[in-house]
């Protein structure tokens, strides 16, 4: 059974940074592509980045620049590094992994606030 765990969101201030973390268990996951979403209060879930499985990246505008995604082959994880965080990044924050053509398979996602 495959399993998303993702962890690391919380309060900051405007201008800090967070780390989140997804954790990925009960299949290959360098054969995943990895993408992180968010979703805003009465909004629609979002495309945040991607990582694919020869950790080649691509960011949403709003990501490019700011946020970082990267992945650790060895730890079955992939990461978010966010920096200058703004108040417009609140959302909960999910991690999703991709099998092309097989399956795909959320993580429970993870609460990001910015605020001062």
């Known amino acids: 059974q495959v399993r998303l765990v993702g962890a690391g969101g919380g309060v900051v201030q405007p201008g800090g940074s967070l780390r989140l973390s997804c954790a990925v268990s009960?299949?290959?996951?360098?054969?995943?592509?990895m993408h992180w979403y968010r979703q805003a209060p009465g909004k629609q879930r979002e495309l945040v980045a991607t990582i694919t499985t020869t950790s080649s990246t691509h960011y949403a505008s709003s990501a490019r620049g700011r946020f970082t995604i990267f992945r650790d082959n060895d730890k079955n994880e992939v990461y978010l590094q966010m920096n200058s965080l703004k108040f417009e990044d609140t959302a909960v924050y999910y991690c999703n992994g991709v099998i092309p053509g097989r399956a795909a398979y959320w993580g429970q996602g993870t609460q990001v606030t910015v605020s001062s």
């Open positions: 009960g299949s290959d996951f360098a054969s995943f592509v």
